[in-house]
């Protein structure tokens, strides 16, 4: 499990649909950043900056950095990409942010703004590939194939940027086979990180439409869960993180009618995180009828992890073993991953 206290501190920006040359059907980016229309001007920019750093969250050991969000990057002119990095870029100079990130299509990198992406100081571009299947593509909208991701990765790396990858199990024409073999392709280009985003029916969205007409049915909570633990595991075993796992709750996104239909759970991550724990203690864990009490040691970080969403771990772990009466202990000693019985 990654770690928090290596993530980077990340400010984000956001440019809500700026640059983006398609509607995908599963996209309604105000309600999913709370963001109208995009302040791109100087003052917006230097405000957001000024009130992060001087919050006092802002932990200069914490690797920070500036990230634009919700865009297509690099499908803005050159112009107002040199804007934009431009009024980020004296705070870099000056030691507050480390680097830049940005978001962008498989298919809208050129080496002109590549080079000048690299001046100003972005070091990582995380690319909205969804699927590595060309139907999946076709059918959500997203005007490129899975070709012009291998393209886009390599040449990313060619040019030395780190490479973020954002995936969307259960688009329209995905399955469970589809999604693993996707995940295969991805391992194959390997990128410096992932991030999962199980498809969600949000109201005003082709995809909605789809559902609505009964034409396109979503993951169900459990299915979701699973194949984000699976997905995880695969990653992470070949050391790619998994930075993000399913959208980051908004004010526009919890109100009530907003999301329609699919795997949406405010937890959602921890749900994964406890599910692959759950996973890897499995075979720590006393045979079934062995024990009516269990006490359970385990690190304290750990703890959540054990329990689970409410409590849920606890009840698998009688599930798993007959008892009935189980005591967790913390004891630090103990190496991340061991539980003792």
């Not at 501190?9 to 996209?27: A, D, E, S, T, W």
């Amino acid at each position: 499990m990654p770690n928090a206290k290596h993530r980077p501190l990340i400010v984000p920006i956001f440019i809500p649909h700026l640059g983006c040359p398609h509607q995908c059907i599963f996209c309604q980016q105000k309600t999913i950043t709370s963001q109208s229309a995009p302040k791109i001007n100087k003052q917006e920019i230097v405000k957001i900056l000024e009130t992060a750093i001087n919050s006092p969250k802002f932990n200069a050991n914490r690797n920070p950095q500036v990230a634009f969000y919700g865009g297509t990057f690099t499908n803005l002119s050159l112009g107002l990409m040199e804007k934009l990095l431009g009024e980020v870029y004296p705070y870099i100079k000056k030691g507050f942010f480390n680097a830049i990130k940005v978001s962008t299509r498989p298919d809208a990198l050129d080496s002109e703004r590549l080079e000048m992406m690299k001046y100003y100081g972005v070091r990582t571009v995380e690319l909205g590939t969804q699927s590595m299947d060309d139907n999946v593509l076709r059918l959500s909208k997203r005007g490129h194939s899975a070709d012009d991701t291998v393209k886009a990765v390599r040449q990313l790396q060619d040019f030395g940027f780190k490479v973020g990858i954002q995936l969307m199990p259960g688009l329209p024409g995905d399955s469970n086979k589809i999604f693993k073999t996707t995940v295969t392709k991805i391992l194959q280009l390997k990128p410096d990180m992932v991030r999962l985003y199980p498809a969600l029916v949000i109201k005003g969205t082709r995809l909605a439409q789809l559902y609505l007409e009964n034409k396109y049915k979503p993951l169900e909570l459990k299915e979701a869960v699973e194949t984000c633990i699976e997905t995880c595991v695969r990653f992470e075993a070949q050391n790619i993180p998994v930075i993000r796992i399913g959208l980051m709750s908004s004010p526009d996104l919890l109100e009530k009618g907003t999301i329609l239909a699919g795997p949406w759970h405010p937890a959602f991550g921890f749900l994964v995180r406890s599910g692959i724990y759950r996973n890897k203690i499995k075979p720590l864990l006393p045979e079934s009828g062995v024990l009516s009490k269990i006490t359970i040691s385990v690190q304290s970080k750990e703890e959540p992890l054990l329990r689970g969403h409410k409590n849920s771990g606890l009840q698998w772990i009688e599930q798993q073993t007959g008892a009935r009466d189980i005591k967790i202990e913390t004891d630090d000693n103990i190496p991340f991953g061991i539980i003792r019985c």
